[in-house]
């Protein structure tokens, strides 16, 4: 359940715009959905030629916030003992009174696994997609569902969401070797198809970090998730011989969007720290917590709201607890056509 808004305004009409375009699915893949491209900040906009700027808008929030939290010790470890009690909850600052209060572990997951097939990944994809595998067969449960991606300079959804892992096998083994890298169109693609899900909606994404020809930034590639209540974990592989000279950029902004998601990042450079991290992301998966609450104040005139949890009752024991939540939510979401 997503936070929603009652808009109060009046709105001029406006025609509509063309229909979006369409990646291509590569060829030699197998039951491979075409996806549509996210939208250029190049494009132009839909009119009518009478265009008008719209009124004042008046948000009012109505609806239950969720928010998924993660609770780990001084090593990394998932603390999965904790009660309401031990939670304080504040939106802009002003404590929340926490309405819903669980552990998720038996709560369906909806995954999306995004993995980078670009030319710079070559040596390491057979790692990638052998570890791959295993965390895919490790994670679902009959109630889960998982949605594989491959993104090279397109991206396509490889497998549609199923909990069916032979049927994920059969789509990595179709993964094919591409030449750019499409990283930031993967994230936004990825958090519109976890958008339409339901209950917790989760990203992996593996890949060397660079991004080369996405239509989409980083801002809103981040939007994107934040608006599907998506959270992300990022798998950044490292090849030892290009560490030197390998795009920063893109390894900074998969560990800002973790952050700000709730999610974690992990550097990999082996198969054994690819199989380590894909562990630790279905462990904590499994040791969530969900604090749900009806925000105090109604009104905004901001269409984002900071969200923040601390725990606190357990004497010293919670100094070196860290807790990872997403910071926010949008009172409204941006158009996507």
């Known amino acids: 359940m997503r936070p929603l808004s009652l808009w109060v305004a009046l709105l001029s009409l406006?025609?509509?715009?063309?229909?979006?375009?369409?990646?291509?699915?590569?060829?030699?893949?197998?039951?491979?959905t075409s996806v549509p491209r996210p939208p250029s900040a190049s494009d132009p906009k839909p009119t009518n030629g009478n265009e008008q700027e719209p009124s004042t808008t008046l948000k009012v929030d109505v609806k239950l916030v969720n928010v998924f939290v993660t609770v780990t010790d001084e090593?990394?470890?998932?603390?999965a003992s904790l009660k309401k009690e031990n939670f304080k909850l504040k939106e802009?600052?002003?404590?929340?009174?926490?309405?819903?209060?669980?552990?998720?572990?038996?709560?369906?997951?909806?995954?999306?696994?995004?993995?980078?097939?670009?030319?710079?990944?070559?040596?390491?994809?057979?790692?990638?997609?052998?570890?791959?595998?295993?965390?895919?067969?490790?994670?679902?449960?009959?109630?889960?569902?998982?949605?594989l991606y491959g993104f090279s300079e397109v991206v396509n959804e490889v497998v549609p969401f199923t909990s069916d892992a032979k049927r994920i096998d059969r789509g990595v083994d179709h993964l094919r070797l591409g030449a750019a890298t499409a990283l930031y169109d993967a994230l936004y693609l990825g958090s519109q198809a976890l958008d339409r899900r339901e209950g917790r909606k989760v990203m992996v994404v593996i890949t060397d970090g660079g991004d080369t020809v996405s239509k989409v930034n980083y801002k809103e590639a981040l939007r994107a998730a934040q608006e599907a209540e998506a959270i992300v974990y990022s798998i950044i592989v490292v090849p030892?011989?290009?560490?030197?000279?390998?795009?920063?950029?893109?390894?900074?902004?998969?560990?800002?969007?973790?952050?700000?998601?709730?999610?974690?990042?992990?550097?990999?450079?082996?198969?054994?720290?690819?199989?380590?991290?894909?562990r630790q992301i279905s462990d904590e998966l499994r040791t969530q917590y969900l604090l749900a609450y009806y925000p105090s104040q109604k009104l905004s005139d901001s269409d984002f709201r900071r969200i923040e949890v601390s725990v606190e009752g357990l004497n010293n024991a919670a100094e070196n607890y860290r807790v990872r939540h997403r910071t926010g939510y949008y009172t409204w979401k941006s158009s996507r056509d």
Do not use: C, M
């Open 240 to 278: 030892v011989e290009n560490s030197a000279g390998r795009d920063t950029g893109g390894e900074h902004a998969l560990i800002q969007l973790a952050a700000d998601t709730g999610g974690k990042y992990y550097y990999a450079a082996s198969l054994t720290q690819l199989d380590d991290a894909f």
């Open 14 to 32: 406006t025609a509509f715009g063309q229909q979006p375009s369409f990646v291509q699915a590569s060829p030699g893949a197998s039951r491979k």
């Open 75 to 79: 090593h990394g470890a998932p603390i």
């Open 92 to 147: 802009d600052g002003g404590e929340q009174k926490i309405a819903v209060f669980d552990r998720e572990s038996a709560l369906p997951l909806s995954i999306v696994l995004a993995l980078d097939t670009s030319l710079s990944t070559r040596k390491d994809l057979p790692l990638e997609l052998a570890s791959a595998r295993r965390f895919a067969h490790a994670i679902l449960r009959p109630i889960d569902a998982l949605s």
